[in-house]
């Protein structure tokens, strides 16, 4: 049996949720067809039963629903607790998750209690007992193969490398509800207070539909005051570079890569950005992305869907003035 | 008075190009030169800092080669005062190991009258990227762990770490000793002074031979993804592109 751990959003399954299912049900399959359930943890976000319906359609057939005071406040140790229990009581014999904070977390508690190893950021898997597991190392820049022989194989599922497909055949989708037991040590480090993020245009950075990034070629933090503009014209959000968090022109939660958010939205915009490796790491996942650059060899603009070769503070202007001429036409 | 003990990984430099090693086992830095990770650098001032804001202490250690004594020496020119390195090959070692290992440190420190209240490390290193040492480390100790902090500070008996989550910042308030994992954002690395280099270069390093077996981190190998042709459609050169720009940006429905 393959147990995946799930998170949620106010609509439902969160994507990388969705594809941490894809993978395991690939596994399932190769393994004869092993059933994938599912666990989720404490309140989600949306209502139970939107999960539970999404989740059959991905192919779970039970969700394990554990509920009880001591995971309503987050804490990894404790819904570590909580997948572990389940895990146990079903015989699961792989726990997946996406590689979320969260998810990295809680299976790494998971781990660390069985003793056994956790591959982090995986691509793709294949085979049972063991499994072989392609993971990404060095954000992305190399690949290490490695063998999952412990019993239960932990793996984490890297952001889109995964197409999140729902099932030809839906699971059962029946909703499990359980109380697992915790012991006091797990529940010290837990939250104890939450302040929503600061009323600004990377609130919602890591799931925006459009961001637009800004790098060195912004050149300060007054040459923001366009991207600012453009970013509200889409209704996305804004992202940086380190070199401009490192400059100090634009706070440190806007940025983008390596050691800051890790973003897929439909369409990033990525302005006087290099595209160095650790930028790459945090806006791969994009569906599409949109280079203006002065360079034409910028790995950002080589590895782009689109480019446009110019100075961004005469590019994007005109980008504005465009999009209003348009909104203001008859 | 808070003693902290933070641990770093001496890893490659990956801004430039990455070449693997012959046996595919390691990425090959003697080209591109080495480092720690921008984790690891806000974990070494947050120690810095929570060792001063307390009259404390701030340790740093490592396992890796001897040559990771220069990443211990760059933590001591920026305000460690103690250094332990354990001397272990890196392609021998994972995850599990640099946990029990950084344990028995904890434990021999403990045992020499030096205990550590706080143990600070790297969310996650730089290169291999497994997201899970600290929190073996704190299974080991048995100590309660918070990951992905951006500040951490020492108040009374209690850490109070916050972390930047999708949904704002959170904060957890965690009784002394704990294991905290770090992430880049919320403090700027000092720079080392030149004082600051000459005293790292007199501290005596603690050198420890390590005290488990190694289990290995269960890699095949290593290799580098295939190289991604460019397909990128020039949509035009400077602001006479913009029409064509903004046609796309229709296409893909997200004007509003
Ligand atoms: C451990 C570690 C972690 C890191 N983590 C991150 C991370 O999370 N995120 C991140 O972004 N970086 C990260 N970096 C830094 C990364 O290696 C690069 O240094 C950084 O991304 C470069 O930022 P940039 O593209 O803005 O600047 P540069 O590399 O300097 O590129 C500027 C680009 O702007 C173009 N340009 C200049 N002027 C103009 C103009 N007027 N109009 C249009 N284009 C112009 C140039 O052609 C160039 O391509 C990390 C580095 C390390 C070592």
């Known amino acids: 049996m393959i147990l995946v751990f799930l998170e949620t959003e106010p609509d439902g399954l969160t994507e990388t949720s969705r594809e941490a299912l894809t993978l395991a049900r690939g596994l399932a399959g190769e393994s004869g067809g092993a059933p994938v ?250 569906r599409t992305i949109v280079a203006i650059n002065t360079d034409p060899e910028a790995p950002m603009v080589t590895r782009a869907h689109y480019a446009v070769i110019g100075d961004l503070h005469e590019v994007v202007p005109a980008v504005i003035e465009e999009i209003r001429r348009r909104r203001d036409a008859p | 008075m808070t003693d902290v003990l933070v641990c770093i990984k001496r ?23 080495f480092t720690v990770s921008a984790h690891e650098e806000c974990a070494v001032e947050l120690a810095v800092r929570a060792a001063h804001a307390t009259t404390g202490t701030a340790t740093v250690v490592t396992v890796g080669s001897d040559d990771a004594v220069d990443q211990l020496r760059a933590a001591l020119s920026v305000g460690c005062t103690a250094a332990t390195h354990v001397h272990a090959d890196p392609t021998t070692y994972g995850p599990r190991d640099v946990a029990a290992e950084l344990a028995e440190v904890v434990r021999a420190h403990t045992a020499a009258g030096r205990p550590h209240d706080l143990v600070l490390l790297g ?18 100790l048995g100590w309660p762990v918070v990951n992905g902090a951006v500040t951490v500070e020492v108040e009374d008996d ?11 910042h959170e904060t957890y308030r965690v009784p002394l000793p704990a294991v905290v994992t770090v992430l880049e954002g919320g403090v700027e690395p000092r720079y080392p002074s030149v004082p600051g280099r000459m005293r790292a270069r007199k501290v005596e390093v603690e050198d420890r031979k390590p005290v488990t077996d190694f289990g290995g981190a269960s890699r095949v190998r290593l290799r580098l993804p295939p190289p991604q042709p460019s397909e990128v459609q020039v949509l035009g050169d400077g602001p006479g592109a913009a029409p064509a720009l903004v046609d796309l940006l229709e296409q893909l429905g997200v004007l509003r």
């Not at chain 1, 779970?60 to 990894?76: I, K, N, P, Q, S």
């Not at chain 1, 912004?218 to 996305?236: K, Q, R």
């Open chain 2, 123 to 140: 969310n996650d290193a730089a290169d291999s990227g497994d997201f899970q040492v600290g929190i073996r480390l704190a299974h080991e």
């Open chain 2, 11 to 33: 890893v490659a430099d990956a801004t430039g190009e990455v070449v693997l090693t012959e046996d595919a086992q390691a990425v090959d830095g003697r080209h591109a030169g």
């Open chain 1, 37 to 286: 359930d599912a666990v989720l943890v404490g309140a989600p976000s949306c209502p139970a039963d939107t999960a539970v319906e999404q989740a059959a359609a991905y192919g779970v057939r039970d969700l394990h629903h554990a509920t009880g005071e001591a995971f309503d406040a987050y804490g990894g140790a404790v819904w570590a607790t909580a997948v572990e229990a389940v895990c146990r009581d079903t015989g699961a014999g792989v726990v997946v998750a996406a590689g979320t904070p969260r998810g990295m977390e809680v299976l790494a508690h998971v781990a660390a209690r069985g003793g056994v190893a956790m591959a982090a950021n995986v691509v793709a898997a294949e085979g049972s007992g063991p499994l072989t597991v392609t993971r990404q190392v060095m954000n992305g820049a190399v690949l290490e193969d490695m063998v999952l022989d412990e019993d239960p194989a932990i793996l984490t599922v890297a952001g889109h490398a995964v197409e999140a497909r729902p099932a030809a055949e839906p699971g059962a989708g029946r909703l499990v509800p359980c109380r697992p037991e915790v012991p006091g040590a797990d529940l010290v480090a837990r939250v104890v207070s939450a302040e929503p993020p600061p009323p600004d245009l990377s609130g919602d950075l890591t799931s925006a539909r459009v961001v637009v990034g800004g790098g060195r070629g912004v050149g300060s933090a007054d040459g923001f005051a366009d991207l600012l503009e453009l970013t509200d014209l889409v209704g996305g959000a804004l992202g940086v570079s380190r070199v401009v968090t490192g400059n100090g022109w634009r706070p440190h939660h806007e940025q983008v890569g390596q050691t800051g958010s890790r973003i897929s939205p439909d369409l990033y915009l990525a302005c006087g950005i290099s595209g160095a490796i650790q930028h790459w790491a945090g806006c791969a996942s994009a």
């Open chain 2, 158 to 168: 209690d850490v109070v770490a916050r972390v930047h989550a999708s949904s704002g």
